[in-house]
């Protein structure tokens, strides 16, 4: 007896995997390339249709109410699937659905798979496009009633049976089914080629879609074993992700510490649709100076990107304060003319009791002035320039991390071979990044982790 195949479509609620119902299925039994039965029925989901589900389908909440539920439906669908694989165009998603109404019943609903997207991909390379409706058009398979159950399924039926002609002996089948193939759990646009080819080393990886667009950026410490794990979590997040990917790209970093920033770099850069950490820009707070109208030296909190005035800049405004604080009461500086209260009069500030009088004019201008300069210069002085030196691609190669009066300068690659000791040697060959935020924050947590003696003075 020949293998039998059960080619299924279903229509659904339209929520990804988790929490979507079907309203729609229909099955198809073939042994070999003969059909023995077929089986399509409506499903009462027992929750709303959304508007734009019927606006695809053209199923809506009064045509499924006197419907069969799926409990009242799962026997004929066992019955039926029973010693056939499961065939259908982007698998993934009709097995899901199908086996999480099984799950909800209580009952544990597995088959073999194929899927007919990746299928086509292999027996018919070099198309445009995979959907369905545009294989159908490539290889004059008629499709009518395109997103209703029964219409799909038809051309589904006939695109297998073209792919059993050209598979006469199931040996591109058959190594779909493999128990160690990965092609039934990978997304459908993706080749299992193009998985086996990631390194399994530190670095990122980028999902794009099929404009070659970033979608997603990731860092892992082995870059391969990272990105099959997306394709085997079945959140909705995840299973959306898999079926927009088309391509990935990846960057071998060496260690963990690169990896880190080059993924904040470019989610920064790229801003991907399926990130969702480090996405929302935070503004630092800098403490600046500026002299005004009586010439006296001022210091002040401001929020901006820019740093071109900036004596030091902290990520919120409660730090900002309290370094400005601590450099008032170092300084003797007046509470008033560092933007810490608003009074035009003499100040009085709670905490800062040591102004010599700037403020009402019983100290001159130009004594405040010195120590306001003072202040500036030592802030300043606090801003370290060092590297950070780490594990590199290859084995004669190390990395390292610049990080230029207290910024983040970037990093970069250098052979063990080299020497490069003077800020100037690292900023000729780095590779020049974004100071965000998040790459500082990235920095200090390594070096607390590491410990200060991670970075080397220059």
Sequence with gaps: MEQRYAVIDV??????????????????????????????TLVNPDQHIPNYITGLTGIDNDLVHDAPAFDEIAARILEITEGAIFVAHNVSFDYNVV??????????FVRKKLCTVRLSRKIFPGLYSYSLGNLCTSLNIHLKNRHRAEGDT???????????????????????????????TLPPHLKAEQIEALPASPGIYL??????????????????????????????????????????????????LIALLLEAEMIRKHYPEFNSAQKKPIVPFHIISYTNRRGILQLAIDQSYSADTSIEFYYSRADAVAALEQLCIAFDLCPRYCNLQQSTARCSHYKIKSCKGVCSQEEAVEAY??????????????????????????????????VKDGIYRGYGFIDETTQVAQSEDFEEIVRL???????????????????????IPL
């Design 433 to 455: 990044q974004t100071h965000t935020y998040h790459t500082s924050k990235i920095i200090t947590s390594y070096i607390r982790k590491r410990g200060d003696e991670v970075m």
């Design 154 to 184: 038809d051309a589904t039926v006939v695109l297998f049976q073209k792919i059993l002609e050209e598979d006469p002996d199931l040996s591109i089948i058959n190594s779909f089914l493999n128990i160690r193939s990965k092609q039934a």
């Design 369 to 402: 002035n010195v120590r306001v300069q003072k202040a500036m210069e030592s802030s300043l002085s606090k801003k370290m320039s060092y590297i950070i030196k780490e594990k590199g691609r290859t084995g004669d190669e190390q990395s390292f991390v610049l």
């Design 99 to 108: 086996r999480n109404e099984f799950k909800a019943i209580g009952h544990n």
């Design 11 to 40: 229509e659904t609620t339209g929520k990804g995997i988790n929490g979507n119902r079907i309203t729609e299925i229909c099955i198809v039994l073939l042994e070999g390339k003969v059909i023995l039965d077929k089986y399509t």
């Design 207 to 256: 999902f794009k879609d099929q404009k070659e667009k970033i979608i997603y950026a990731g860092k892992a410490k082995n870059i391969k074993q990272r990105v099959i794990s997306h394709f085997y979590d079945k959140k909705n997040k995840e299973y959306l992700l898999g079926q927009k990917t088309h391509t990935i790209d990846y960057e071998v970093t060496g260690n963990e």
